[in-house]
């Protein structure tokens, strides 16, 4: 009996021969074929290999299968699941084996591009399909090629799209090319969950970092200790004074220190020198050296008749721009906004002359009382720790002195800096008045804070103290009340600390008048400000 493929499906051939104690066939090439869901999928290969699974049982009768190809197709949608095609050909017979080569040539099974298939159903393959002999025989125990591979749905989110056109393979000589096994698609898994939003459940004092597994580590911050997900203060002065001087006072903070000076001494905390004793005349003496006096080293007056004993940094309010007063003038553009951040926008400067002797060092105590807006500042040390400050609001004013490091360039709020320097004008120290932490409490949000405190700082004589006011946006917070202003400026504050202070009424050579356009030289005073008053001085 011979077999021969009529184009796609149809079949052509006689009865087949009874083969010594053989009996027939019991595969139905036509119940395969019925199927009509392996029909529509493989509508040519499984025809063939119905054919040829009913002749299994048959010795002694030559089989080829003439390939006539088929057009090529599209691959299978991307989904993982590659097409179910036999990997190699029956291999051509005799004796009608010649006729195969007229066929087109099939085409490569496609790949699709789905969600992380492990691998498509591949078909028959070479070595288990049906074999023929040279000599006509069919040779012996023919096996139907098993099934490899498991459809490959993806766990990717998305869905591939379809694949690309399988290209025709190689015609066989005398039977029809062998068709390649599809290949699994291939996918992404979708984009989990952030495991550090909300902190990731870290504590709120501990910083959550994101790994590449997918999880998440917890550590505590600077000044706290634990697990990540529980972080306790330490207490810095428990070990070394806390890096205070020996001669200073170390007072544990939420999440820091502070460091004073002791009595009989001077200094920021950090280094503290014996306050020097007043020298006098003494009974019936020829005299000495007089004791340093504020006035003598923070009395001596600038450009504008202004000395440092009694200084300011004041803000003007031209126009009202609802929570906002513009620190410019009604039509003049906002500058600079290509300069480094601190130098953007509205800037103002003022600097006083430190007396004394060139060469030698001098301790000035400083009273700072103010309304002003918060900013935040890093790369230094904040005095008041950074933690959340707990009344921040408080009547009586926050400790928010920072020392150097620079402004962190997220907002527009205003910046407060003081700046000191030699006779040579090289900066020696520099100092920020308006720092609060950089926590999950919003401070740099729309309201201005009272400001209390008294620190030492060091000066050169014959030096330099630079006052520094900047808004990048040439625009400052209303000093409208506590709590985050947005309607009806009605709860303005006095500053704290000071009931009889009174406005000044000119200010680095203008009338403080024209400068605040809400109520003049009076408290309330608008927008913000801040005074500065030396309280005592000492030689170093």
């Not at 000093?479 to 009889?500: D, F, H, V």
Request: a neutral charge; charged letters at 10%; proline letters at 6%.
């Amino acid at each position: 009996m011979r077999l021969t493929d009529r184009g796609t499906d149809g079949v052509r051939g006689g009865k087949p021969r009874r083969q010594r104690s053989e009996g027939r066939s019991r595969v139905s090439a036509a119940s395969i074929v019925a199927s009509s869901k392996i029909r529509e999928r493989f509508p040519q290969t499984l025809v063939l290999a119905a054919l040829l699974m009913a002749c299994r049982d048959f010795k002694g009768m030559p089989v080829a299968v003439v390939g006539t190809g088929r057009d090529a197709g599209a691959g299978s949608a991307g989904s993982g699941e590659g097409g179910m095609l036999p990997s190699g050909g029956a291999s051509g017979g005799s004796p009608v084996a010649a006729a195969a080569s007229g066929g087109a040539a099939p085409p490569s099974a496609g790949t699709g591009t789905g969600g992380g298939g492990s691998g498509g159903i591949q078909g028959m393959d070479a070595s288990g399909g049906v074999k023929t002999s040279v000599g006509g025989e069919l040779a012996a125990s023919p096996t139907f090629g098993g099934f490899s591979g498991s459809y490959g749905l993806g766990s990717g989110q998305a869905s591939g799209g379809n694949g690309s056109v399988g290209s025709g393979g190689r015609p066989g000589s005398g039977g029809a090319a062998p068709l390649s096994a599809g290949s699994g698609g291939t996918g992404s898994g979708g984009a989990g969950a952030d495991p550090c939003a909300n902190n990731g459940g870290c504590d709120l004092n501990a910083t959550c970092q994101s790994q590449a597994s997918g999880t998440r580590t917890c550590t505590c911050k600077s000044g706290y200790s634990g697990d990540g997900l529980a972080c306790a203060d330490n207490n810095e002065c428990l070990v070394g004074n806390g890096g205070c001087d020996h001669n200073a006072t170390c007072t544990n903070t939420t999440g820091g220190r502070l460091c004073a000076c002791a009595a009989g001494y001077i200094g920021d905390g950090m280094s503290c020198a014996p306050v020097p004793p007043p020298v006098d005349s003494g009974a019936g003496g020829s005299g000495g050296q007089a004791a340093v006096t504020v006035s003598d080293i923070a009395g001596i007056p600038n450009q504008f008749s202004e000395t440092m004993a009694s200084s300011y940094f004041l803000v003007p309010c031209y126009a009202t721009l609802v929570q906002d007063c513009s620190t410019i003038p009604t039509g003049m553009v906002c500058g600079n906004q290509n300069a480094p951040f601190e130098q953007q926008g509205w800037t103002q400067t003022e600097v006083f002359r430190i007396g004394g002797q060139t060469g030698s060092s001098y301790g000035i105590t400083l009273n700072v009382n103010g309304i002003v807006g918060a900013k935040y500042y890093a790369g230094g040390t904040r005095d008041g720790g950074d933690t959340i400050v707990t009344n921040a609001q408080d009547p009586g004013g926050s400790d928010t002195f920072y020392r150097g490091g620079s402004p962190v360039p997220v907002e527009h709020y205003g910046i407060y800096k003081m700046t000191v320097k030699d006779a040579a004008g090289t900066e020696v120290n520099h100092y920020y008045l308006n720092s609060f932490p950089q926590t999950t409490v919003a401070y740099e949000n729309h309201q201005t804070f009272p400001i209390h405190f008294a620190k030492t700082i060091v000066v050169p004589g014959g030096g330099t103290v630079e006052y520094f006011i900047g808004s990048s946006n040439c625009r400052m917070i209303n000093n409208c009340g506590p709590g985050i202003y947005t309607g009806t400026c009605t709860a303005s504050r006095n500053i704290p600390g000071e009931p009889n202070f009174v406005v000044p009424t000119m200010y680095m050579g203008g009338a403080v008048q024209s400068l605040n356009l809400v109520n003049g030289a009076s408290q309330p005073f608008h927008a913000q400000i801040i005074h500065v008053t030396v309280t005592a001085v000492s030689k170093l």
